[in-house]
Structure formats: structure tokens, C-alpha cells
């Protein structure tokens, strides 16, 4: 009787599991662009493409000794394939999520150029209209170190006794207990 309880309760938390864990499903497909430019970019972008650019992080090191060898990539990518892959990661997970990269010859072909993990670091979107505009990934190669933005999301906080009785919450402190408790004191206030 206990397994099957727990084969429930196993049953139950994967299906309610958030779909920031189904990402090694996403593949992002990319054609390489030889000719940059403002006219080239909206051209793309009127014919349903976005175009990105994939570098190694060491490209934006401020000190030019400490930078790694370039291997910079200019591409572009199927709007729709984007714009389904961040429903489903949802965006403020998608910039912390890696995802395998496809590197094609042309649309339509089955050949690889090359492939590997990237990392979105910047998505760059109209004002106005709030289409996406252009890509920055960053190659996230095994065994790289990245500088990455984590999205912290506190649930039950409408839930918290505090916030009934005062009203007031003080998040840094939830934050700062919660990294602590997990990595045993190894992050310190600064």
C-alpha cells in the first residue's frame, strides 16, 4: 500500500512540475547570416526571422588579456520557434535556461554546420509593438563558467502570517535565509 501512495505522490509532483524543466526538449534552430546591417536585420524580420548572434563570454570581459579566443556567430532564427519556446519556459526562466543550438546550412536543410548549449543572455524587443527584435546568446560549453541572472520566485507569500498581522514582508531576509539554508552559509552578505 505504501508504493502505490508513493508512486502517487510521484505521479502527481511531475505533472504539476513547472515547464522551466522541460527545456532539454527545446531545440533552437539557426541559419548563419553573412552580412550584418539595420536594412539586412528588418528585411529578416519582415520575412518571419530573428536575427541573433552567439559569442563566448569572454568576449565581454573588460580586460582584453583575460578574454578567451572569439567564436562569434551571426544567425538568425524562426520567430515562431522563439516565440513557442518561451511560452513554454516562460520569460523570466528562459534567460537562465540553457538550450542546444543547431547551427544549419541554409532553411529547409538537413546538414549541421555546428552545434552545441547556448545561453540567452539578452532578448532586445520593440518598445512599442513588443515583437523581439534580436538574440545574444552565449556559448555554454561543459565546464564553463557563466554570469548568470536568476530568477527567484517566493510562493505562498499571500499565505505568510506576517503579511496578514503587519503587512509588511522583508524579502531580502527570506532571500538571504533560504540561499543559506541550501548552500549551508557559503553565500555571505556583502
Not at 579566443?69 to 515562431?80: A, G, H, N, V
Amino acid at each position: 500500500m505504501f508504493r502505490l501512495w508513493r508512486g502517487l505522490k510521484t505521479v502527481v509532483q511531475s505533472s504539476t512540475a513547472s515547464p522551466a524543466n522541460c527545456y532539454h526538449y527545446h531545440t533552437i534552430q539557426a541559419i548563419r547570416r553573412e552580412c550584418t546591417g539595420g536594412r539586412i536585420s528588418s528585411r529578416d524580420r519582415a520575412q518571419g526571422r530573428i536575427p541573433a548572434v552567439v559569442f563566448s563570454q569572454g568576449l565581454l570581459e573588460k580586460n582584453p588579456t583575460n578574454r578567451s579566443p572569439s567564436r562569434k556567430e551571426l544567425l538568425t532564427t524562426e520567430r515562431k520557434q522563439i516565440q513557442t519556446i518561451i511560452k513554454s519556459v516562460q520569460l523570466p526562466f528562459f534567460c537562465s535556461t540553457t538550450f542546444q543550438l543547431q547551427i544549419r546550412a541554409g532553411s529547409g536543410s538537413s546538414v549541421f554546420l555546428e552545434s552545441g548549449r547556448v545561453l540567452p543572455i539578452k532578448i532586445h524587443r520593440d518598445d512599442e509593438s513588443g515583437n523581439i527584435l534580436n538574440l545574444v546568446f552565449v556559448w555554454a560549453d561543459e565546464g564553463t563558467e557563466l554570469k548568470v541572472d536568476v530568477p527567484v520566485v517566493l510562493k505562498g507569500i499571500a499565505d505568510c502570517p506576517g503579511l496578514k498581522k503587519e503587512h509588511t514582508l522583508s524579502l531580502a531576509n527570506v532571500i538571504w535565509g533560504y540561499f543559506n539554508a541550501i548552500t549551508g552559509g557559503y553565500f555571505n552578505r556583502i
